[in-house]
Every structure is written in structure tokens, then in C-alpha cells.
């Protein structure tokens, strides 16, 4: 598949069928998301997989009660990734300081749209979550309490297969030439 | 290419041949930035292109001076784009501000490594920088002093065509399943 194409077809999945996700596709992705870049080479990122029905059934009632309840729907598929922002190194983290940047956040973007590529590729569907209770995941996943968690995935099978027609602004609206 | 191999090929090239690119390859490296996921799709992003010489001159010029003097290698890309981050939708931005994250970091993060992926497929070479710069960037291409420039991305054809091993953590570091 081209990737322009995987580009296409990867979307947000709400809804995912319980068939279990064998752990070697959970491998793979896990695999497109290591070999991402990251400023300094740093890797600021750690995944902790949940995959068991009883600890994933745990992680999402305690990741989703409350305020952060419209991302219940993730209760349902088989497997969620906690994503973890690690420390970048030192002299990453020293330049973000300068520029106003965290670098790191910017290498978990692209580490985590990694993962949910190569899952499109394996015809799994995904979601992105950011709206969650943090504190509560932390608790739940016993990490320390200065650990972030800033990003959770969701994957499984989408029950439904059909690929939406994506809504974005249009490219005139988001690139130019310069000249000056 | 699967996208396993695409992300396996996909590395910071910073030599370039002085051929100048097409613009419908840079076209779709754009489209595929454009199609990125995002915080309730907020597309927080806008892609400005300098592939004029004199005016890539004078970015990198601007760029890369003074401190900054480590990435001048992008003086010689025939392409540098200059990623501005877009303010986010107000919901995104609320959630944010709650949770503690700039989601748009995130967003551009996955933009970012769209771009660079479709290039990679397009036997472009490409590299990440965030250390440059800003104020003088944003001069030089007349943005309004609030305006964010978190990443300039390097493209053209790479003079060394060898893909080398990867340096990354092995997956056992930075992935595990949990159990309760």
C-alpha cells in the first residue's frame, strides 16, 4: 500500500469488535513506534500494553469515569496502549528549554502516529486519546506519580470497515510558497 | 513498501545533491501532513515552503547562525519548510490546559512525520530540526512575532543514498504488558 493511501485510510475507530488481537500485531506496531524519530535520538517514550480483559476492564473505568467519560467507548477494545512520555536527554531537553519547546511531545506525536499507522496497515482500527484521568491510569498501571502519561490508544478490529471521507481544511489552506 | 520498511528507510539525511525538487513531490509530502490525525481535528498546523534559492539563503542565513550554527547542513536543502503551530480548537485548548498537555505538540509531531514519510517513499531525504533561530525565521518570512515555529523540516535528494542501522532502544526497553 502506498502510504499516501495508509495515510487515507487509517481514521479514528470508536466502535471494535471483542475478537482478541493476536500479540504479534500488537509487536509490530510497537516496532513501527520504536523506530521513530525523536529529537537528540532521544526516545522519550515508554508503552505499557494492557491487553488482559480483567486489567484492560480496570484501566478503562478508571481512565474514563467522571469528566472524562466520552472516551468510554475505548472500554471496549481488547487492547489499550498507555503511552508514556519519558524524559528526553538532557541536552534535548536543555534546547527545548531555550527555544520554548517540548521537544519531547513533539517525538511522542510522532512515535504514537507510528504505532497507529502500522495498525491501519494491519486492518486494525485505532483511536487516539488524550482526554482521560491521568492520575487515575497512573494509580491503576502503579506509576510513580511524576510519571506522564500523556496519551492513550486504543486498537482493536473496527466493526465497522468503511473508510470515512477524511474532513480537513484544504491544502491552499494550509501550505504556501514564499517569496519574498 | 510495507510500512514497516518504509519507517525502517525513513532517516535524517543531512547532505543533499543540489537538484531541485518538484513541487508536486512536495505537494504530496503536504497532503499527507494534511490528513494527520489531530486533538478534535483541529489540523493545528500550517506548511510554508521556501524553495526559491535566494530566499532559502536567506531562511537558512537566519536560521542557523550564532548558536544555532549545528543544523547550517539545511542551508544546503533545496526545500525548507517552516511548520507554524496553529492555535488548536478552543475544546482541545480547554482539555489541555486541563490535563496539562499541549496536544497541539502532539498534533504537529504526527504532521511532521507524515510529511517525512511520504518523502521517504518518494526517495527524499528529509531531517527534523527545532533547534534554530525562531525569531529570526519568523522575521525573515514576515509572521507576526506570536506566531509559533516549532519545527523547520530539511528536504532534497539525499547525496548519500545508504539507509544505516538504526540506534534505538530494543523494544523489551521501552515496551511491556502489564498484568495487575
Redesign the interface.
Known sequence: ????E???R???DRRYAETPLP?DAI??C????????S?C?S?P????????P??RD??AAAAFSGIYNMNRFAARAPVLV?VVTERSKYIARL??MI?G???S??????A???L???AA?EGLGTC?L??FD?KAVKR??GLPREARV??LISVGYAEEGATRE????S?D????????
Open positions: 500500500m502506498r502510504f499516501l495508509l495515510a487515507g487509517r481514521q479514528s500479540r509487536e509490530r510497537l516496532e513501527a513506534a520504536r523506530l521513530a524519530p529529537a535520538n526516545q517514550w515508554s508503552f505499557i500494553v494492557v491487553d488482559h480483567g486489567d480496570r484501566l498507555a534546547g527545548g527555544r519547546v517540548q521537544y511531545l513533539l517525538d511522542v506525536g510522532a504514537c502516529e507510528h497507529i499507522l502500522q496497515e487516539w488524550g482526554w491521568e491503576t498501571l500523556d496519551v477524511k474532513k480537513r481544511k491544502l489552506e494550509v501550505r504556501r510558497y514564499f517569496r519574498s
